[in-house]
């Protein structure tokens, strides 16, 4: 496939517009870039292919976040923020009474 | 109390004693209850959570914001000469971020997050019921 260079800078801007781990593997396993224009992978496969990896990278987050068991840091951290927020809460409340 | 207060505050937030917009009239009959003001009566009570101050020292504890605790000292040293330390503790995803006078920045680990999770929970559950009437085991409190 010919692919003009107009159509590959569209490509090239929606990847940079990810992130860098969003970018896709091409059909070989091989980390895909600008070269795989020479490769006969169309602009459109790789902005296709790039989206299909970030909505799967984002899958995988929320499932590990999910699965993440807090460690004893995240916990106590969890928990002074709570009370600060809790805090805010109160006083917003009596500022709100008061006003 | 109110002195120094008035001063820490300046040094965090900025001084507004100088803005006309924030001047109560005078003869305003019902002055407002500010959030500064609740930041100093939480504060007073902050700074007895830890027994008593050493002769000599004034101490500052209180919550900020949701994520902001500071802590504030001053003392005279041996000489006479006036020192003040000011710790701000920042509420992160991945933990306490220490910020000292340098500045210096370090995530606090052991004894010292256990410390500050004892220090906020006090401080938490007096002033909900000294401040806010509230019972701290009623309202919502933070999932443990």
């Known amino acids: 496939l010919f692919l003009g260079e107009s159509n590959m800078s569209e490509a090239q801007r929606f990847i940079d517009e990810t992130r860098f781990n969003d970018i896709p593997n091409d059909k070989d396993g091989y980390r895909i870039d600008l070269h795989a224009a020479d490769e006969g992978l169309t602009p459109e496969w790789i902005i296709a292919a790039t989206r299909d990896a970030r909505v799967a990278a984002e899958e995988t987050a929320r499932r590990e976040r999910l699965e993440h068991k807090p460690t004893p840091t995240e916990v106590k951290t969890h928990m002074i923020a709570g009370f600060g927020g809790h805090l805010r809460i109160m006083r917003d409340d009596m500022l709100a009474g008061a006003a | ?144």
């Not at chain 2, 507004?16 to 003001?37: A, G, Y």
């Not at chain 2, 340098?102 to 004894?111: D, L, M, S």
């Not at chain 2, 997050?113 to 933070?142: G, H, M, W």
Request: glycine share 6%; proline share 6%.
């Open chain 2, 1 to 144: 109390m109110s002195k120094m207060f008035h001063k820490v505050m300046s040094l965090i937030v900025g001084d507004d004693s100088q803005s006309n917009t924030m001047r109560v009239p005078k003869n305003h009959s019902t002055p407002k209850l500010t959030e500064r003001d609740l930041l100093r009566q939480e504060s007073k009570i902050g700074s007895e959570l830890f027994g008593p101050i050493p002769k000599g020292h004034r101490r500052e504890f209180f919550c900020l914001d949701e994520s902001t605790w500071i802590w504030h000292e001053e003392w005279k040293d041996e000489k006479g000469v006036e020192r003040q330390s000011t710790t701000r503790y920042e509420v992160h995803p991945n933990g306490i971020l220490k910020v000292t006078d340098g500045p210096r920045y370090q995530f606090i680990e052991g004894e010292e997050l256990d410390n500050l999770v004892a220090a906020t929970r006090f401080y938490y559950e007096k002033v909900a019921r000294e401040i806010y009437s509230r019972d701290p085991q009623t309202s919502p409190a933070p999932a443990v």
